[in-house]
């Protein structure tokens, strides 16, 4: 009898599971106290049109202070500096996942028409003390240049189930120690890049949109900088060339003391089997590289290029979010989003 009932049990579980999961996400879509909101169109007093007005709104003090925007699409780019710590919530009907975003944040600037890469950036980000939750960062412009969804500079900024779209140069998380988890990460050529930036990606899908490279860390010292990523997920983007499986990297060295680390990485799109590559060719581009990975699976025909690492538990130990953006994360990381 209790071997009945207990079958009845699990049958019961597995079929309204999905359902107590829905119920049990969180939602966000009203403002918390004292927020500056945000909503496109609106005539509302008090009220802000874009992000950039809501920024510019700010007290620049040590305040901490939150902004909160409704769902849209708002086509500008967003320069950040303010001093005192700055939240950002984008409204959601499910807090855990990017999927559940309705807050876009998109606009076109390449290289060519810009000062530097960091000008590029939809949003750029000058400061410390900065999470942002639920929002989609995109840069329209495509390929053939360098054109950034986000430009990172800043210490102890999170970013906490966002999604970053672009082709190329999609993510600078160039200074300043940084988290990313469980967001979305989309691009085709050194689409995760900087110089001195420390950070940690952890549960993230990345998707590849081309037969190019993840990664292109452009450490230029021996220093204490890194990227580690820990429990993500390559996919195919949607909107994917030909030629993307089997020829995209998990990274080249932008400079030769680049450092970059994959654990327990999910592929579901074949990489190009040896994983790293020079950068144009150059042998002397990898001279004190560190390229290295670890429990990479979902593909079985990895031959890993002379200069990288296959990592032994033991040694992938040594690299985690403390190695990355030091022992003090507990106190500024959400840990509700931690990998």
């Known amino acids: 009898m209790f071997e009945v009932a207990y079958t009845m049990f699990l049958v019961l579980a597995a079929l309204f599971l999905p359902f107590l999961q829905v ?4 939602s966000r879509t009203s403002p918390p106290s004292g927020a500056l909101v945000v909503r496109a169109g609106t005539t509302t007093s008090g009220e802000f049109k874009t992000i950039s007005a809501a920024v510019a709104a700010l007290p620049n ?38 999927t559940a975003n309705q807050v876009n944040l998109q606009f076109n600037a390449a290289r ?24 989609n960062v995109k840069n329209t412009f495509g390929s053939g240049s360098q054109a950034g969804a986000l430009s990172e500079y800043g210490n102890k ?34 689409f ?13 899908t990345i998707a590849v949109r081309g037969a190019g490279f993840i990664t292109a860390s452009g450490r230029e010292s021996d220093d204490s ?8 997920t390559v996919v195919l983007a949607s909107n994917a060339e030909s030629g993307t499986s089997g020829g995209y990297y ?38 004190h590289v560190t390229f290295a990975d670890y429990n990479t699976t979902g593909v079985s025909n990895i031959n890993r290029a002379s200069f990288a690492t296959q990592l032994s ?5 040594q690299y985690s979010i403390s190695s990355a953006v030091g022992n003090d994360w507990q106190s500024w990381v959400d840990m509700a989003y931690f990998v």
């Open 225 to 232: 900088g890194s990227y580690v990523f820990n429990q993500n």
């Open 61 to 98: 003090d040590s305040s901490s202070q939150t902004i909160f925007i409704y769902p849209g699409t708002y086509t500008e780019q967003v320069y950040i500096d303010r001093s005192g710590p700055l939240t950002i919530f984008g409204y959601t009907q499910d807090t855990t996942t990017y």
């Open 23 to 26: 119920v049990l996400a969180a």
């Open 250 to 287: 998990f990274g080249r060295p932008w400079s030769d003391w680049a450092k970059v680390i994959f654990k327990s990485t999910v592929v579901k799109v074949a990489p190009e089997p040896a994983l790293w590559i020079l950068w144009d060719g150059d042998a002397s581009s990898v001279d």
């Open 112 to 135: 060519t028409t810009s000062a530097s890469n960091d000008a590029t950036g939809t949003l750029r980000v000058h400061k410390d003390n900065f999470r942002m939750y639920n929002v």
């Open 157 to 190: 900024a999170g970013f906490y189930a966002c999604g970053f779209y672009g082709y190329q140069d999609t993510l600078y998380a160039n200074q300043g120690t940084q988290v990313y988890l469980k967001g979305y990460i989309e691009g085709k050529t050194d």
């Open 313 to 317: 538990a033991s040694q992938a130990s």
């Open 192 to 204: 995760i890049y900087g110089r001195q930036g420390q950070a940690y990606f952890g549960g993230n």
